[in-house]
């Protein structure tokens, strides 16, 4: 049995690196995946890719800064599959100055 059966996955920051890696083995692994990047034909192909090699795989523009964009992509997902039973928070940025002072934002 594969280890991602019943599964739904959203990635983001699928189009590329870490983020892409992850989306082919959960898929591998029979999740089904919608991956989530500002680079919305790099995401698009990635779901491509996934689908032509016999997984399942869909791909949405998400600005992972804006919250709206964040809220449309799990709507998105839960229209797809009907639920979202997995995250992979993989874009993450850093703002030196802000993150290392933890008392004063
Ligand atoms: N690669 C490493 O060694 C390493 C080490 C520590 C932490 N990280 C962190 O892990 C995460 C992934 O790293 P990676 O090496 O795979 O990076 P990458 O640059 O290869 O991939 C990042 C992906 O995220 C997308 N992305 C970036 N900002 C976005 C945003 N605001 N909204 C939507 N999509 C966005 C990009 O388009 C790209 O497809 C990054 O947050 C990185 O800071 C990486």
């Given at each position: 049995?594969?280890?991602?059966?019943?599964k739904?996955?959203?990635?983001?920051?699928?189009?590329?690196?870490?983020g892409?890696?992850?989306?082919?083995?959960?898929?591998?692994?029979?999740?089904?995946?919608?991956?989530?990047?500002?680079?919305?034909?790099?995401?698009?192909?990635?779901a491509?890719?996934?689908?032509?090699?016999?997984g399942?795989?869909?791909?949405?523009?998400?600005d992972?800064?804006?919250?709206?964009s964040?809220?449309?992509?799990?709507?998105?997902t839960?229209?797809q599959?009907?639920?979202l039973?997995t995250?992979?928070?993989?874009?993450?940025?850093?703002?030196?100055?802000?993150d290392?002072d933890v008392?004063?934002?």
């Open positions: 049995m594969m280890r991602m059966e019943n739904v996955a959203l990635i983001t920051g699928g189009a590329s690196g870490i892409l890696s992850t989306a082919n083995l959960m898929a591998r692994e029979g999740a089904k995946v919608v991956i989530a990047d500002f680079n919305a034909d790099g995401a698009r192909e990635a491509e890719n996934i689908s032509n090699q016999g399942e795989a869909v791909s949405i523009f998400l992972a800064g804006n919250e709206t964040i809220k449309e992509a799990v709507e998105f839960v229209q599959h009907g639920k039973t995250l992979f928070n993989n874009v993450g940025s850093t703002n030196l100055k802000k290392l008392v004063n934002r």
